[in-house]
Protein backbone atom coordinates (compact mmCIF):
# COMPACT_ATOMS: atom_id res chain seq x y z
CA UNK A 1 0.00 0.00 0.00
CA UNK A 2 1.36 3.80 -0.69
CA UNK A 3 1.93 5.63 1.98
CA UNK A 4 0.13 8.54 0.01
CA UNK A 5 -2.08 7.99 -2.59
CA UNK A 6 -3.61 10.81 -5.06
CA UNK A 7 -6.57 9.23 -6.34
CA UNK A 8 -8.48 10.07 -9.47
CA UNK A 9 -8.44 14.18 -7.94
CA UNK A 10 -10.29 16.52 -10.05
CA UNK A 11 -10.59 20.34 -9.39
CA UNK A 12 -12.74 22.88 -10.94
CA UNK A 13 -12.95 26.57 -9.75
CA UNK A 14 -16.05 27.98 -9.67
CA UNK A 15 -16.35 31.83 -10.39
CA UNK A 16 -20.03 32.91 -10.45
CA UNK A 17 -21.21 31.29 -13.73
CA UNK A 18 -17.95 30.58 -15.46
CA UNK A 19 -16.09 27.45 -14.01
CA UNK A 20 -12.66 26.26 -14.97
CA UNK A 21 -11.17 22.91 -14.63
CA UNK A 22 -7.61 23.44 -13.64
CA UNK A 23 -6.53 19.97 -12.59
CA UNK A 24 -7.86 16.25 -14.35
CA UNK A 25 -7.86 13.08 -13.10
CA UNK A 26 -4.28 13.04 -11.29
CA UNK A 27 -3.34 10.18 -9.48
CA UNK A 28 0.09 9.53 -8.05
CA UNK A 29 1.26 6.97 -5.31
CA UNK A 30 3.83 7.92 -3.30
CA UNK A 31 6.41 5.60 -0.96
CA UNK A 32 7.43 6.48 2.18
CA UNK A 33 10.70 8.63 2.54
CA UNK A 34 9.90 9.34 -1.40
CA UNK A 35 11.16 12.66 -2.74
CA UNK A 36 8.83 13.56 -5.39
CA UNK A 37 8.84 16.80 -7.80
CA UNK A 38 6.17 18.27 -9.53
CA UNK A 39 6.86 20.17 -12.63
CA UNK A 40 5.21 22.04 -14.79
CA UNK A 41 4.85 25.55 -16.72
CA UNK A 42 3.19 28.40 -14.91
CA UNK A 43 -0.49 28.38 -14.58
CA UNK A 44 -0.44 24.33 -14.85
CA UNK A 45 -2.38 23.71 -11.05
CA UNK A 46 0.92 22.29 -9.98
CA UNK A 47 0.48 24.95 -7.17
CA UNK A 48 -3.11 23.90 -7.05
CA UNK A 49 -2.13 20.17 -6.25
CA UNK A 50 -0.11 20.94 -3.85
CA UNK A 51 -2.65 22.92 -1.75
CA UNK A 52 -5.27 19.97 -2.16
CA UNK A 53 -2.66 17.38 -0.56
CA UNK A 54 -2.36 20.46 2.37
CA UNK A 55 -5.78 20.41 2.32
CA UNK A 56 -5.78 23.62 1.84
CA UNK A 57 -8.12 23.66 -1.39
CA UNK A 58 -11.05 21.61 -1.10
CA UNK A 59 -11.08 18.51 -3.91
CA UNK A 60 -13.87 18.78 -6.41
CA UNK A 61 -13.79 14.93 -7.09
CA UNK A 62 -11.52 12.22 -6.08
CA UNK A 63 -9.43 11.76 -2.78
CA UNK A 64 -6.26 12.11 -1.07
CA UNK A 65 -5.01 9.68 1.20
CA UNK A 66 -2.25 9.41 3.75
CA UNK A 67 -1.79 5.87 5.34
CA UNK A 68 -5.32 5.23 4.25
CA UNK A 69 -6.88 7.73 5.46
CA UNK A 70 -8.64 10.47 4.14
CA UNK A 71 -7.41 13.96 4.38
CA UNK A 72 -9.72 17.02 3.76
CA UNK A 73 -8.46 19.66 6.16
CA UNK A 74 -4.61 21.19 6.04
CA UNK A 75 -3.04 19.83 9.21
CA UNK A 76 0.95 19.44 10.69
CA UNK A 77 1.32 16.16 9.78
CA UNK A 78 1.48 17.55 6.31
CA UNK A 79 3.13 20.63 7.11
CA UNK A 80 3.84 23.05 4.09
CA UNK A 81 7.04 25.34 3.26
CA UNK A 82 5.87 28.07 1.53
CA UNK A 83 7.26 29.97 -1.28
CA UNK A 84 7.33 33.34 0.45
CA UNK A 85 8.48 31.89 3.43
CA UNK A 86 5.36 33.24 5.70
CA UNK A 87 7.33 33.76 8.24
CA UNK A 88 4.95 36.37 10.78
CA UNK A 89 7.38 39.31 10.94
CA UNK A 90 6.12 40.17 14.43
CA UNK A 91 8.21 36.78 15.82
CA UNK A 92 11.61 35.93 15.89
CA UNK A 93 13.03 33.44 14.10
CA UNK A 94 12.86 30.89 17.71
CA UNK A 95 9.26 32.29 18.15
CA UNK A 96 8.25 31.35 14.48
CA UNK A 97 9.46 27.78 14.75
CA UNK A 98 8.28 27.61 18.94
CA UNK A 99 4.50 28.55 17.27
CA UNK A 100 4.81 25.34 15.23
CA UNK A 101 6.24 23.34 18.18
CA UNK A 102 3.88 24.42 21.05
CA UNK A 103 0.85 23.70 19.03
CA UNK A 104 1.85 20.57 17.99
CA UNK A 105 3.61 18.63 20.65
CA UNK A 106 2.18 20.91 23.42
CA UNK A 107 0.77 17.83 25.53
CA UNK A 108 3.52 15.75 24.49
CA UNK A 109 6.37 17.60 25.24
CA UNK A 110 7.71 19.04 28.60
CA UNK A 111 9.09 22.54 27.70
CA UNK A 112 12.35 21.92 28.37
CA UNK A 113 11.57 19.06 25.31
CA UNK A 114 10.18 21.92 23.29
CA UNK A 115 13.25 24.03 23.25
CA UNK A 116 15.56 21.56 22.58
CA UNK A 117 13.18 20.28 19.62
CA UNK A 118 13.31 23.77 18.64
CA UNK A 119 17.00 24.21 18.73
CA UNK A 120 17.41 20.47 17.22
CA UNK A 121 15.11 22.04 14.18
CA UNK A 122 17.14 25.58 14.22
CA UNK A 123 20.61 23.74 13.83
CA UNK A 124 19.55 21.37 11.35
CA UNK A 125 19.12 24.06 8.89
CA UNK A 126 21.99 26.37 10.30
CA UNK A 127 19.89 28.83 11.65
CA UNK A 128 20.23 28.66 15.42
CA UNK A 129 22.65 31.95 15.62
CA UNK A 130 19.97 33.83 13.93
CA UNK A 131 17.30 32.63 16.89
CA UNK A 132 16.63 35.93 18.14
CA UNK A 133 16.76 37.74 15.34
CA UNK A 134 13.16 39.07 13.60
CA UNK A 135 12.34 38.15 9.56
CA UNK A 136 13.10 41.48 8.71
CA UNK A 137 16.22 41.08 9.99
CA UNK A 138 17.94 38.26 8.23
CA UNK A 139 18.04 37.93 4.62
CA UNK A 140 15.74 36.25 1.58
CA UNK A 141 17.84 32.62 2.18
CA UNK A 142 18.03 32.45 5.66
CA UNK A 143 14.15 33.04 6.19
CA UNK A 144 13.43 29.98 3.79
CA UNK A 145 15.88 28.16 6.08
CA UNK A 146 13.64 28.88 9.05
CA UNK A 147 10.79 28.24 7.03
CA UNK A 148 12.40 25.14 5.96
CA UNK A 149 12.87 24.29 10.18
CA UNK A 150 9.28 25.30 11.00
CA UNK A 151 8.32 22.70 8.67
CA UNK A 152 10.25 20.05 10.05
CA UNK A 153 9.48 21.15 13.20
CA UNK A 154 6.18 19.62 13.15
CA UNK A 155 7.70 16.17 12.23
CA UNK A 156 5.47 15.95 9.53
CA UNK A 157 4.58 12.97 7.59
CA UNK A 158 5.17 14.54 4.45
CA UNK A 159 6.77 17.87 4.16
CA UNK A 160 5.17 19.89 0.88
CA UNK A 161 7.75 22.46 -0.36
CA UNK A 162 6.09 24.82 -2.40
CA UNK A 163 8.63 26.17 -5.20
CA UNK A 164 10.69 26.66 -2.05
CA UNK A 165 13.52 28.57 -3.79
CA UNK A 166 11.95 30.36 -6.64
CA UNK A 167 12.40 33.57 -4.96
CA UNK A 168 16.16 32.50 -3.95
CA UNK A 169 19.37 34.11 -5.99
CA UNK A 170 21.58 31.07 -8.17
CA UNK A 171 24.31 30.78 -4.95
CA UNK A 172 21.45 30.70 -2.29
CA UNK A 173 19.32 27.99 -3.85
CA UNK A 174 21.95 25.69 -4.49
CA UNK A 175 23.18 25.80 -0.56
CA UNK A 176 19.67 25.40 0.35
CA UNK A 177 19.19 22.09 -2.30
CA UNK A 178 22.33 20.62 -0.62
CA UNK A 179 20.25 21.53 2.95
CA UNK A 180 17.59 19.96 1.99
CA UNK A 181 19.02 16.46 0.21
CA UNK A 182 20.94 16.57 3.55
CA UNK A 183 18.36 16.40 5.69
CA UNK A 184 16.27 14.02 3.27
CA UNK A 185 19.29 11.82 3.71
CA UNK A 186 19.26 12.39 7.50
CA UNK A 187 15.63 11.97 8.51
CA UNK A 188 14.29 10.05 5.45
CA UNK A 189 10.88 12.15 4.66
CA UNK A 190 8.58 11.79 2.52
CA UNK A 191 8.69 15.07 0.36
CA UNK A 192 6.85 16.48 -2.14
CA UNK A 193 7.92 19.49 -3.80
CA UNK A 194 6.91 22.07 -6.72
CA UNK A 195 9.49 23.66 -8.70
CA UNK A 196 9.98 24.80 -12.45
CA UNK A 197 13.82 24.23 -12.62
CA UNK A 198 14.44 21.12 -14.00
CA UNK A 199 18.13 20.86 -12.58
CA UNK A 200 16.53 21.25 -9.15
CA UNK A 201 14.12 18.80 -9.59
CA UNK A 202 16.79 16.20 -11.52
CA UNK A 203 19.52 16.84 -8.20
CA UNK A 204 16.61 16.35 -5.64
CA UNK A 205 14.15 14.31 -7.02
CA UNK A 206 13.48 9.96 -6.84
CA UNK A 207 10.65 10.78 -9.43
CA UNK A 208 9.84 13.82 -11.62
CA UNK A 209 5.70 14.40 -12.04
CA UNK A 210 5.63 16.51 -15.39
CA UNK A 211 2.45 18.59 -15.88
CA UNK A 212 0.65 18.99 -18.86
CA UNK A 213 -0.70 22.84 -19.50
CA UNK A 214 -3.62 23.79 -17.71
CA UNK A 215 -6.56 24.38 -17.95
CA UNK A 216 -7.44 20.62 -17.30
CA UNK A 217 -3.59 20.02 -16.66
CA UNK A 218 -2.77 15.73 -16.49
CA UNK A 219 0.46 14.20 -15.33
CA UNK A 220 1.95 14.05 -18.63
CA UNK A 221 4.94 11.82 -17.66
CA UNK A 222 6.45 10.48 -14.12
CA UNK A 223 10.40 10.12 -14.93
CA UNK A 224 12.24 7.98 -12.23
CA UNK A 225 15.99 9.65 -11.55
CA UNK A 226 17.78 6.89 -10.85
CA UNK A 227 21.17 8.49 -9.44
CA UNK A 228 23.00 6.91 -6.29
CA UNK A 229 22.83 9.07 -2.89
CA UNK A 230 24.24 11.05 -1.85
CA UNK A 231 24.54 12.97 -4.93
CA UNK A 232 26.84 15.77 -5.82
CA UNK A 233 26.24 18.47 -7.57
CA UNK A 234 29.72 18.67 -9.03
CA UNK A 235 29.83 14.68 -10.33
CA UNK A 236 26.37 15.19 -11.61
CA UNK A 237 27.11 17.47 -14.42
CA UNK A 238 28.69 14.80 -16.04
CA UNK A 239 26.89 11.60 -15.52
CA UNK A 240 24.94 10.05 -18.39
CA UNK A 241 21.80 9.70 -16.10
CA UNK A 242 22.03 13.00 -15.07
CA UNK A 243 21.81 14.33 -18.68
CA UNK A 244 19.55 11.79 -19.88
CA UNK A 245 16.95 12.41 -17.20
CA UNK A 246 17.51 16.40 -17.63
CA UNK A 247 17.06 16.07 -21.24
CA UNK A 248 14.06 13.73 -20.96
CA UNK A 249 12.00 16.87 -18.85
CA UNK A 250 13.55 19.38 -21.53
CA UNK A 251 12.08 17.52 -24.13
CA UNK A 252 8.39 17.03 -22.19
CA UNK A 253 8.67 20.94 -21.22
CA UNK A 254 10.12 22.73 -24.58
CA UNK A 255 8.65 20.06 -27.22
CA UNK A 256 5.64 17.84 -26.58
CA UNK A 257 3.98 20.49 -23.91
CA UNK A 258 5.30 23.95 -24.89
CA UNK A 259 3.84 26.55 -23.10
CA UNK A 260 1.70 28.28 -26.16
CA UNK A 261 0.86 31.56 -24.15
CA UNK A 262 4.34 31.81 -23.17
CA UNK A 263 5.24 34.83 -26.07
CA UNK B 1 64.04 28.56 10.86
CA UNK B 2 60.40 30.47 11.64
CA UNK B 3 61.63 32.51 14.67
CA UNK B 4 64.71 33.77 12.28
CA UNK B 5 62.94 35.24 9.70
CA UNK B 6 60.70 36.94 12.30
CA UNK B 7 63.88 38.21 13.90
CA UNK B 8 64.67 39.42 10.54
CA UNK B 9 61.45 41.10 10.00
CA UNK B 10 61.67 42.95 13.01
CA UNK B 11 65.10 44.31 12.17
CA UNK B 12 64.24 45.29 9.21
CA UNK B 13 61.08 46.86 9.96
CA UNK B 14 60.77 50.63 10.71
CA UNK B 15 58.87 51.06 13.76
CA UNK B 16 56.28 54.11 12.98
CA UNK B 17 55.66 56.30 16.01
CA UNK B 18 51.79 57.52 15.88
CA UNK B 19 51.61 61.09 16.97
CA UNK B 20 51.51 61.51 20.78
CA UNK B 21 52.25 58.01 21.31
CA UNK B 22 54.49 56.50 23.70
CA UNK B 23 56.50 54.19 21.62
CA UNK B 24 57.74 50.95 23.63
CA UNK B 25 60.77 50.70 20.66
CA UNK B 26 61.80 47.49 22.27
CA UNK B 27 58.79 45.27 21.74
CA UNK B 28 58.00 47.01 18.61
CA UNK B 29 54.58 48.07 20.17
CA UNK B 30 52.76 51.10 19.58
CA UNK B 31 50.44 51.55 21.21
CA UNK B 32 47.08 53.15 20.33
CA UNK B 33 46.55 57.44 21.65
CA UNK B 34 43.59 57.10 24.43
CA UNK B 35 40.59 57.68 23.19
CA UNK B 36 40.01 61.02 24.09
CA UNK B 37 36.91 62.05 24.70
CA UNK B 38 35.61 65.30 22.54
CA UNK B 39 35.01 68.46 25.15
CA UNK B 40 31.23 68.52 26.72
CA UNK B 41 30.27 71.67 24.82
CA UNK B 42 31.08 69.73 21.39
CA UNK B 43 29.06 66.65 22.33
CA UNK B 44 26.38 69.49 23.76
CA UNK B 45 26.15 71.65 20.99
CA UNK B 46 24.18 69.50 18.18
CA UNK B 47 21.90 68.26 20.90
CA UNK B 48 20.85 72.22 22.11
CA UNK B 49 20.68 72.68 18.16
CA UNK B 50 18.30 69.97 17.70
CA UNK B 51 16.04 71.25 20.78
CA UNK B 52 16.26 75.20 19.21
CA UNK B 53 15.27 73.81 15.88
CA UNK B 54 11.93 72.71 17.45
CA UNK B 55 11.02 74.51 19.89
CA UNK B 56 11.97 77.86 18.49
CA UNK B 57 9.28 77.94 15.92
CA UNK B 58 6.21 76.50 17.72
CA UNK B 59 7.84 79.08 20.55
CA UNK B 60 7.82 81.95 17.89
CA UNK B 61 4.21 81.35 17.04
CA UNK B 62 2.57 81.35 20.07
CA UNK B 63 4.52 84.72 21.42
CA UNK B 64 3.49 86.08 18.14
CA UNK B 65 -0.02 84.88 18.21
CA UNK B 66 -0.19 86.27 21.88
CA UNK B 67 1.02 90.04 20.54
CA UNK B 68 -1.51 89.78 17.91
CA UNK B 69 -4.23 89.00 20.31
CA UNK B 70 -3.12 91.61 23.09
CA UNK B 71 -2.97 94.07 20.75
CA UNK B 72 -6.61 92.54 18.95
CA UNK B 73 -8.22 92.64 22.72
CA UNK B 74 -6.65 96.04 24.36
CA UNK B 75 -9.40 98.12 23.32
CA UNK B 76 -12.16 99.50 26.01
CA UNK B 77 -14.86 98.08 23.63
CA UNK B 78 -13.49 94.74 23.55
CA UNK B 79 -15.00 91.41 24.40
CA UNK B 80 -12.75 88.90 25.36
CA UNK B 81 -10.05 90.01 27.92
CA UNK B 82 -6.18 90.33 26.38
CA UNK B 83 -3.11 87.98 27.76
CA UNK B 84 -2.38 90.18 30.09
CA UNK B 85 -5.70 90.62 31.73
CA UNK B 86 -6.34 86.63 32.07
CA UNK B 87 -2.65 86.48 33.78
CA UNK B 88 -4.07 88.86 36.41
CA UNK B 89 -7.60 87.28 36.72
CA UNK B 90 -6.53 83.28 36.40
CA UNK B 91 -2.84 83.37 37.89
CA UNK B 92 -3.43 80.31 40.31
CA UNK B 93 -5.40 78.27 37.78
CA UNK B 94 -2.30 78.76 35.98
CA UNK B 95 0.41 78.52 38.44
CA UNK B 96 -1.75 75.71 40.86
CA UNK B 97 -2.70 73.18 38.89
CA UNK B 98 -3.34 71.12 42.09
CA UNK B 99 -4.65 73.25 44.98
CA UNK B 100 -7.77 72.22 46.49
CA UNK B 101 -9.82 74.45 48.48
CA UNK B 102 -13.24 73.07 48.68
CA UNK B 103 -15.32 70.36 46.44
CA UNK B 104 -16.12 73.37 43.36
CA UNK B 105 -12.83 75.43 44.13
CA UNK B 106 -10.66 73.16 43.14
CA UNK B 107 -7.15 73.36 40.33
CA UNK B 108 -7.75 72.41 36.99
CA UNK B 109 -4.86 69.71 37.25
CA UNK B 110 -7.66 67.80 39.27
CA UNK B 111 -10.56 68.38 36.95
CA UNK B 112 -8.68 67.24 33.96
CA UNK B 113 -7.64 64.23 36.07
CA UNK B 114 -11.25 63.57 36.84
CA UNK B 115 -12.46 63.80 33.07
CA UNK B 116 -9.02 61.82 32.24
CA UNK B 117 -10.68 58.98 34.34
CA UNK B 118 -13.61 59.16 32.37
CA UNK B 119 -11.97 58.71 29.32
CA UNK B 120 -9.46 56.35 30.28
CA UNK B 121 -12.89 54.15 31.58
CA UNK B 122 -14.78 54.44 28.01
CA UNK B 123 -11.97 54.34 26.16
CA UNK B 124 -10.81 51.25 27.35
CA UNK B 125 -13.96 49.72 27.00
CA UNK B 126 -14.64 51.12 23.44
CA UNK B 127 -10.98 49.63 22.53
CA UNK B 128 -11.87 46.00 23.55
CA UNK B 129 -15.61 45.94 22.81
CA UNK B 130 -14.13 47.69 18.98
CA UNK B 131 -11.70 45.45 18.73
CA UNK B 132 -13.68 42.21 18.90
CA UNK B 133 -16.59 43.63 17.01
CA UNK B 134 -14.07 44.43 14.20
CA UNK B 135 -12.44 41.02 14.56
CA UNK B 136 -15.90 39.76 13.69
CA UNK B 137 -16.91 41.64 11.01
CA UNK B 138 -13.67 41.65 9.28
CA UNK B 139 -13.74 37.69 9.58
CA UNK B 140 -17.07 36.84 8.79
CA UNK B 141 -18.70 38.21 5.33
CA UNK B 142 -22.02 37.42 6.88
CA UNK B 143 -21.12 39.40 10.49
CA UNK B 144 -19.56 41.93 8.01
CA UNK B 145 -22.97 41.92 5.78
CA UNK B 146 -25.12 42.37 9.00
CA UNK B 147 -23.50 44.88 10.67
CA UNK B 148 -21.43 46.99 8.77
CA UNK B 149 -24.65 48.92 7.28
CA UNK B 150 -25.53 49.68 11.05
CA UNK B 151 -22.28 51.13 12.34
CA UNK B 152 -22.17 53.22 9.37
CA UNK B 153 -25.48 55.01 10.00
CA UNK B 154 -25.03 54.96 13.85
CA UNK B 155 -21.30 56.33 13.52
CA UNK B 156 -22.27 59.39 11.89
CA UNK B 157 -24.87 60.61 15.13
CA UNK B 158 -22.86 63.32 16.84
CA UNK B 159 -21.92 62.18 20.77
CA UNK B 160 -24.03 64.86 22.41
CA UNK B 161 -27.59 63.00 20.61
CA UNK B 162 -26.45 59.98 22.74
CA UNK B 163 -26.09 61.71 26.04
CA UNK B 164 -30.23 62.24 26.50
CA UNK B 165 -30.72 58.98 25.59
CA UNK B 166 -28.19 57.27 28.17
CA UNK B 167 -29.29 59.76 30.79
CA UNK B 168 -33.03 58.17 30.29
CA UNK B 169 -30.96 54.96 30.64
CA UNK B 170 -28.46 55.24 33.14
CA UNK B 171 -29.99 57.60 35.11
CA UNK B 172 -27.31 59.12 36.61
CA UNK B 173 -24.30 61.23 34.91
CA UNK B 174 -21.22 59.72 35.43
CA UNK B 175 -22.01 56.18 33.54
CA UNK B 176 -23.84 58.35 30.95
CA UNK B 177 -20.34 60.18 30.38
CA UNK B 178 -19.04 57.33 30.18
CA UNK B 179 -21.18 55.87 27.85
CA UNK B 180 -20.97 59.24 25.52
CA UNK B 181 -17.56 58.44 25.49
CA UNK B 182 -17.50 54.32 24.73
CA UNK B 183 -19.85 55.46 22.13
CA UNK B 184 -18.13 58.11 20.43
CA UNK B 185 -14.71 56.08 20.06
CA UNK B 186 -16.02 52.73 19.27
CA UNK B 187 -16.52 53.21 15.74
CA UNK B 188 -12.85 54.06 14.44
CA UNK B 189 -11.85 50.90 16.85
CA UNK B 190 -14.38 48.69 14.97
CA UNK B 191 -13.47 50.13 11.16
CA UNK B 192 -10.18 50.21 11.17
CA UNK B 193 -9.78 46.91 12.91
CA UNK B 194 -12.41 45.05 10.03
CA UNK B 195 -9.97 46.51 7.62
CA UNK B 196 -6.82 45.24 9.04
CA UNK B 197 -8.43 41.85 9.89
CA UNK B 198 -9.78 41.82 6.01
CA UNK B 199 -6.15 42.83 4.96
CA UNK B 200 -4.14 39.91 6.81
CA UNK B 201 -2.09 38.37 3.98
CA UNK B 202 -3.45 34.60 3.21
CA UNK B 203 -0.28 33.46 4.23
CA UNK B 204 -0.56 33.62 7.49
CA UNK B 205 -4.10 31.89 7.28
CA UNK B 206 -2.34 29.32 5.89
CA UNK B 207 0.12 28.80 8.07
CA UNK B 208 -2.83 29.21 10.77
CA UNK B 209 -4.38 26.33 8.77
CA UNK B 210 -1.79 23.85 8.70
CA UNK B 211 -0.83 24.25 12.43
CA UNK B 212 -4.58 23.81 12.84
CA UNK B 213 -4.77 26.80 15.63
CA UNK B 214 -8.40 27.34 17.35
CA UNK B 215 -10.21 30.73 16.84
CA UNK B 216 -8.66 31.49 20.75
CA UNK B 217 -5.00 31.04 19.91
CA UNK B 218 -5.80 32.20 15.58
CA UNK B 219 -7.37 35.78 17.64
CA UNK B 220 -4.72 36.08 19.47
CA UNK B 221 -1.19 34.72 17.78
CA UNK B 222 -2.49 35.96 14.35
CA UNK B 223 -5.01 38.77 13.78
CA UNK B 224 -4.30 41.00 16.52
CA UNK B 225 -0.80 41.38 16.15
CA UNK B 226 -1.03 41.02 12.36
CA UNK B 227 -3.75 44.13 12.29
CA UNK B 228 -2.04 45.77 15.17
CA UNK B 229 -0.89 49.18 12.43
CA UNK B 230 -4.59 49.06 11.81
CA UNK B 231 -5.99 48.71 15.25
CA UNK B 232 -3.72 51.51 16.48
CA UNK B 233 -4.58 53.88 14.15
CA UNK B 234 -8.74 53.24 15.27
CA UNK B 235 -7.55 53.59 18.63
CA UNK B 236 -5.53 56.77 18.03
CA UNK B 237 -8.67 58.46 16.48
CA UNK B 238 -10.72 57.27 18.90
CA UNK B 239 -9.00 58.80 21.81
CA UNK B 240 -9.28 62.11 19.82
CA UNK B 241 -13.18 61.77 19.63
CA UNK B 242 -13.33 60.53 23.21
CA UNK B 243 -11.49 63.62 24.45
CA UNK B 244 -13.95 66.09 22.08
CA UNK B 245 -16.74 64.20 23.87
CA UNK B 246 -15.73 64.39 27.15
CA UNK B 247 -15.63 68.31 27.44
CA UNK B 248 -19.53 68.25 25.32
CA UNK B 249 -20.73 65.41 27.98
CA UNK B 250 -19.34 67.29 31.17
CA UNK B 251 -20.95 70.85 30.03
CA UNK B 252 -24.35 68.97 30.28
CA UNK B 253 -23.90 66.54 33.30
CA UNK B 254 -22.29 68.27 35.65
CA UNK B 255 -19.74 67.14 38.34
CA UNK B 256 -16.23 68.18 38.73
CA UNK B 257 -14.79 67.92 35.04
CA UNK B 258 -13.18 70.19 32.97
CA UNK B 259 -16.02 70.42 30.70
CA UNK B 260 -18.19 71.00 33.74
CA UNK B 261 -15.37 74.06 34.78
CA UNK B 262 -15.98 75.49 31.44
CA UNK B 263 -19.81 76.04 31.82
CA UNK B 264 -19.12 77.58 34.96
CA UNK B 265 -17.21 79.82 34.23
CA UNK B 266 -19.03 80.57 31.81
CA UNK B 267 -22.74 81.37 33.51
CA UNK B 268 -20.32 83.24 36.08
CA UNK B 269 -18.69 85.40 33.16
CA UNK B 270 -15.02 84.07 34.00
CA UNK B 271 -13.52 84.60 30.44
CA UNK B 272 -10.27 84.17 31.97
CA UNK B 273 -11.05 81.20 33.36
CA UNK B 274 -12.36 79.09 30.29
CA UNK B 275 -9.67 80.49 28.10
CA UNK B 276 -7.41 78.52 30.29
CA UNK B 277 -9.11 75.58 30.68
CA UNK B 278 -8.99 75.21 26.66
CA UNK B 279 -5.43 75.56 26.81
CA UNK B 280 -5.46 73.20 29.36
CA UNK B 281 -7.18 70.90 26.96
CA UNK B 282 -6.02 71.08 24.20
CA UNK B 283 -2.37 70.10 25.69
CA UNK B 284 -3.99 66.98 27.26
CA UNK B 285 -5.79 66.12 24.43
CA UNK B 286 -2.35 66.75 22.65
CA UNK B 287 -0.17 64.29 24.98
CA UNK B 288 -3.54 61.70 24.67
CA UNK B 289 -2.70 61.22 21.01
CA UNK B 290 1.00 60.81 21.27
CA UNK B 291 0.82 58.90 23.95
CA UNK B 292 -1.59 56.52 22.19
CA UNK B 293 0.73 56.80 18.66
CA UNK B 294 3.74 55.73 21.47
CA UNK B 295 2.05 52.83 22.54
CA UNK B 296 1.28 51.86 19.17
CA UNK B 297 4.55 52.03 17.39
CA UNK B 298 6.43 50.01 20.27
CA UNK B 299 3.48 47.35 20.37
CA UNK B 300 3.76 47.09 16.20
CA UNK B 301 7.21 47.13 16.12
CA UNK B 302 8.57 44.62 13.61
CA UNK B 303 5.01 44.29 11.96
CA UNK B 304 5.07 46.64 9.32
CA UNK B 305 8.39 45.53 8.01
CA UNK B 306 8.49 41.72 6.32
Redesign the interface.
Known sequence: MSYLKIDHVDKTFQRGATSTNVLKDISLDIVKGEYVSVIGHSGCGKSTLLNIIAGLTPITAGAVLLEGKEVRDPGPERAVVFQNHSLLPWLTVYDNVALAVNKVFGGRKTKAERHDWIMHNLDLVQMAHARDKRPAEISGGMKQRVGIARGLSMEPKVLLLDEPFGALDALTRAHLQDSIMQIHATLGNTMIMITHDVDEAVLLSDRIVMMTNGPSARIGEVLDVRLERPRKRLDLVSDRTYIAAREAVLKFLYERHRFVEAA | MGQAVMKDATAGATVVALPGAKTDAKHGVVPLPAATRKPLSQRLLPALRAVLVNVLPPLLTVLLIALFWQIAASGPQSSLPPPTKIWEEAKDLIVEPFYWAGTQDIGLGWRILVSLERVAIGFSLAAIVGVLLGALVGQSIWAMRGLDPVFQVLRTVPPLAWLPLSLAAFRDSQPSAIFVIFITAIWPVIINTAVGIRNI?Q??R??A?????NHV?FFF??MV??A?PYIFTGLRIGVGLSWLAIVAAEMLTGGVGIGFFIWDAWNSSRLSDIIVALIYIGVVGFFLDRLVAFVGTIV???????
Open positions: PDYNVQVLRLEKIPSATRGTLTN
